[in-house]
């Protein structure tokens, strides 16, 4: 398919092909998509997505918020819930249904900090990420969450990682969240009690927003608790340098 995919029914929809990978190959373009749950697809853009082959779509949320806004499932396509918020409950990427007090008293860089701090580790939803991206039968791979910036953040790093992007190309991708998610934040903000803080206000708009510094506090995180790229990812997720590059190659443009 010639043609590149775009869906105008879901907010922060994008792919990673045409970025840079290992050895200045491209990723191969409509194969790699990223963005917001799929709940309000809409019969065009169903579809669109229904001349891709091989389509796996890979769901963050956890069980409830996917229960809640189920998926429109593409017709042929393999849909997989895999939570993969941390385990520390203190730290919660569904900054969606934080109520306002709560927003209002959040330190919300102290606070995401310490979620992409958690991310990368231990975390069964990348598992299934990289088996994705390893099998042989996958021609394309939707990953989302609720928005499309945290946890989706996180699994397109590692899916960037994994092709040898460098962190700048990862970086770049991650920011282009901002300015897309004001329909998801213009619909929140209507749920909420009219005397609400303009505190709270603000505070939610830089949750629904994605920073540089958060994405770099994971890769900081990484570094300091191993060698190299390569060393986490082989003893958190059991990836080889030929398993990497199988998924590089499966990927990449030759």
């Known amino acids: 398919m010639s043609q590149h995919i775009t869906l105008e029914s879901i907010a ?3 792919q990673l092909g045409g970025l840079i990978g290992a050895n200045g190959r491209t990723i191969r373009a409509n194969c790699l998509f990223r963005c917001s749950a799929l709940d309000r697809l ?8 229904a001349q891709l082959a091989g389509v796996t779509i890979l769901d963050y949320r956890d069980i409830h918020e996917a229960q809640a806004r189920p998926d429109r499932i593409v017709a042929g396509g393999d849909y997989l819930n895999v ?7 203190a730290v919660d990427a569904k900054v969606v249904e934080f109520s306002p007090q709560a927003i209002e008293a959040l330190d919300v860089d102290r606070f995401m ?10 975390n069964p939803a990348w598992h299934q990420l990289i088996a994705t991206l390893s099998h042989p039968e996958t021609n394309t791979v939707i990953q989302h969450c609720a928005v499309g910036k945290d946890r989706t953040g996180i699994g397109c790093a590692i899916t960037l990682l994994l092709l040898g992007c460098e962190e ?15 329909s998801i934040g213009q619909h929140a903000l209507a749920q909420w009690p009219v005397a609400v803080s303009e505190k709270a206000q603000a505070n939610f708009r830089h949750l629904l927003s994605v920073d ?22 082989e003893q958190e997720y059991g990836v080889t340098a030929q398993q990497r590059q199988t998924i590089q190659d499966k990927w990449l443009e030759a």
């Not at 809409?42 to 997505?49: A, F, G, H, S, V």
């Not at 939570?83 to 409950?89: G, I, M, Q, S, V």
């Open 12 to 14: 922060n929809f994008r």
């Open 42 to 49: 809409n019969e065009p853009d169903t579809q669109q997505l």
């Open 83 to 89: 939570p993969a918020n941390p385990p520390d409950l």
């Open 113 to 122: 900090t310490q979620l992409y701090q958690q991310l990368p580790f231990n």
């Open 168 to 182: 700048s190309v990862i970086i770049d991708d991650y920011l282009a969240t901002n300015g897309r998610l004001e």
């Open 212 to 233: 540089k510094g958060w994405l770099v506090a994971a890769f900081t995180e990484i570094k300091q608790r191993y060698i190299s790229i390569e060393q986490w990812l």
